[in-house]
């Protein structure tokens, strides 16, 4: 299905060039396997790689003055969303609207592993545990 959203004529391209740089090294140890502050790239966004094999294990309690959007990868995970919790699968995407506290474990059977987008050009974090 081809998608015509909008008139590229209204919308010049932006003239920064294309930017790579590596977040995390897919075979490292531990539960963070790295970032990116999208300010190195020229992003609006900021990535981290999470994933953990202990059932019961992920970030402790913490708030950010912007959404983060967490992409379930593989496994399962209970987010704890404000006052809300939230089951996910591998494949489910998830919003953590700003200013809100959340947390995330690991469900199980099995790993988990996420991508997390800060809606920001770098982290910034308050834990409250």
Same mark, same amino acid.
């Given at each position: 299905?081809?998608?015509?959203?909008? %008139?590229?004529?209204?919308?010049?391209?932006? %003239?920064?060039?294309?930017?790579?740089?590596r977040?995390?090294?897919p075979?490292?140890?531990?539960?963070?396997?790295?970032?990116?502050?999208?300010?190195?790239?020229?992003?609006?966004?900021?990535?981290?790689?999470?994933?953990?094999?202990?059932?019961?294990?992920?970030?402790?309690?913490?708030?950010?003055?912007?959404?983060?959007?967490?992409?379930?990868i593989?496994?399962?995970?209970?987010?704890?969303?404000?006052?809300e919790?939230?089951?996910?699968?591998?494949?489910?995407?998830?919003?953590?609207?700003?200013?809100?506290?959340?947390?995330?474990?690991?469900?199980?059977?099995?790993?988990?592993?996420?991508? %997390?987008?800060?809606?920001?050009?770098r982290?910034?974090?308050?834990?409250? %545990?």
């Amino acid at each position: 299905m081809a998608r015509r959203d909008y %008139d590229p004529a209204t919308a010049p391209p932006d %003239d920064r060039p294309a930017a790579k740089a590596r977040a995390f090294d897919p075979s490292g140890e531990g539960p963070w396997r790295g970032a990116l502050a999208g300010e190195r790239i020229g992003s609006a966004n900021t990535i981290l790689a999470y994933g953990t094999d202990t059932i019961g294990e992920g970030p402790r309690l913490h708030v950010h003055p912007y959404d983060e959007t967490f992409v379930v990868i593989t496994g399962h995970a209970r987010f704890f969303v404000g006052d809300e919790v939230i089951d996910a699968a591998a494949g489910d995407v998830l919003l953590a609207p700003a200013g809100q506290p959340h947390r995330f474990e690991n469900a199980g059977p099995g790993r988990l592993q996420t991508i %997390d987008i800060h809606h920001s050009p770098r982290w910034i974090q308050t834990d409250l %545990d």
